[in-house]
């Protein structure tokens, strides 16, 4: 929680849209709340951020980042606590991240104030789009992109941030059935696969679209050089339980640094569980299944937290898991994080940030 020491102009709805929303039946990612936060960077510095009436941007058609593809993005989510209060989960780590994106893709910085104050005004405007219902959320975008208008490649002189978000309602994702991807790589060593960057999405379609027409719901990256090794699950991190012991692959210039991620590992250790963060080849998962000791796999993000794996296919084989309701690891973890994000259990390591109303 904090003072407002950034004033933003404002400009307010005439009449909300809330009534459209139906709480208990929310369209991912259709409807948007009322406002927007938006700032401009000209001139090497960001001009005063404005929060605006959600709506429509008008563009250069010569806007560089939709040629060259300085655009980069974070994801973070608002929840309601059984107080009524606005809770964050570690906005901080996403500031970090984006302004981690932001250097890797030739863009300035985010100063704390406009992402903090902009999210914290933003948030106390449209308070009514964070919904009540158990395992609902307020789904929140920053994102930056370039915008002058010259099609020279260059990195940009002009680029606008902006936050806007969209209530999302329960995650009931079935289990899904994973296979690991032989060809395609998301990320490369020296590339640009630890940041946020709308292009490591655009470049993803194809090869998960070819995945789903084999009949798996996503792939598993695998290392660029050998596709020895596992990286991540489509735009999730991944994790295995292995013989009682939590393993994912260890964060590097390939793998997306996830927050959920490192929340989950966090949580592991805390309850007691052993956590190795290495290699993990994909031999040892097809080893450690056949001895009957690949006991949970899932990934983690913001989106689902986790998401269970049901089924991993690899070559011309399926290795079926056991089922979810034996997966105490990811269970437990699960149900604790959830109940810090909402304000149900004491928040140890400080990752809760509430939004003075
Ligand atoms: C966003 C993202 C994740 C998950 O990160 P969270 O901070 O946990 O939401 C994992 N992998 C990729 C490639 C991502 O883009």
Redesign the pocket.
């Known amino acids: 929680m904090s003072v407002d020491t950034l004033t933003i102009q404002t400009q307010q709805v005439a009449q909300s849209r809330i009534t459209d929303l139906d709480v208990n039946n929310i369209e991912f990612g259709k409807i948007f709340s009322d406002h927007m936060l938006v700032s401009d960077y000209k001139d090497g510095a960001w001009q005063a951020p404005e929060i605006l009436p959600y709506g429509n941007m008008s563009l250069s058609p010569a806007t560089s980042a939709i040629h060259y593809g300085q655009a980069i993005f974070e ?1 973070m989510k608002a929840y309601r606590s059984a107080e009524g209060e606005i809770l964050l989960f570690r906005p901080y780590d ?1 500031l970090k ?1 984006l302004n981690l994106s932001a250097e890797r893709m030739c863009m300035p910085e985010i100063p704390e104030d406009i992402f903090m104050q902009g999210l914290e005004q933003l948030l106390r405007l449209d308070a009514a789009w964070v919904p009540p219902t158990a395992g609902s959320a307020l789904y929140i975008r920053p994102f930056m992109f370039a915008t002058d208008d010259f099609i020279g490649v260059r990195p940009s002189s002009n680029y606008r941030f902006t936050i806007f978000s969209c209530p999302v309602g329960a995650y009931y994702g079935q289990p899904v059935k994973v296979a690991i991807e032989p060809n395609y790589v ?1 990320s490369v060593e020296g590339g640009a ?1 630890f940041a ?1 960057a709308a292009g ?2 655009g470049a993803a379609l194809l090869p998960a679209k070819k995945m789903q027409e084999r009949g798996y719901h996503q792939l598993i990256w695998t290392d660029a050089k050998e596709h020895k090794y596992i990286e ?1 699950s489509g ?3 991944v994790m295995f339980v292995i013989d009682d012991v939590l393993v994912t692959p260890a964060v590097s210039t390939t793998i ?1 640094d ?4 490192k929340s989950v590992l966090q949580l592991a250790r805390d309850l007691g569980y052993k956590v190795e963060e290495r290699k993990v080849a994909v031999d040892e998962i097809v080893t450690a299944h056949r001895a009957g000791k690949l006991q949970e796999a899932f990934g ?4 689902a937290t986790i998401a269970q794996i049901a089924t991993i296919a690899y070559k011309d084989e399926e290795f079926e898991l056991p089922p979810v309701e034996s997966r105490t690891i990811s269970n437990t973890i699960a149900q604790a994080l959830d109940r810090i994000k909402t304000g149900q259990d004491p928040d140890i390591h400080n990752w809760v940030y509430k939004i003075n109303l």
């Open positions: 994801g996403n991240r998301r696969g946020k490591n999405y991540e735009t999730m991190n997306l996830g927050i959920t991620r983690t993000g913001t989106a």
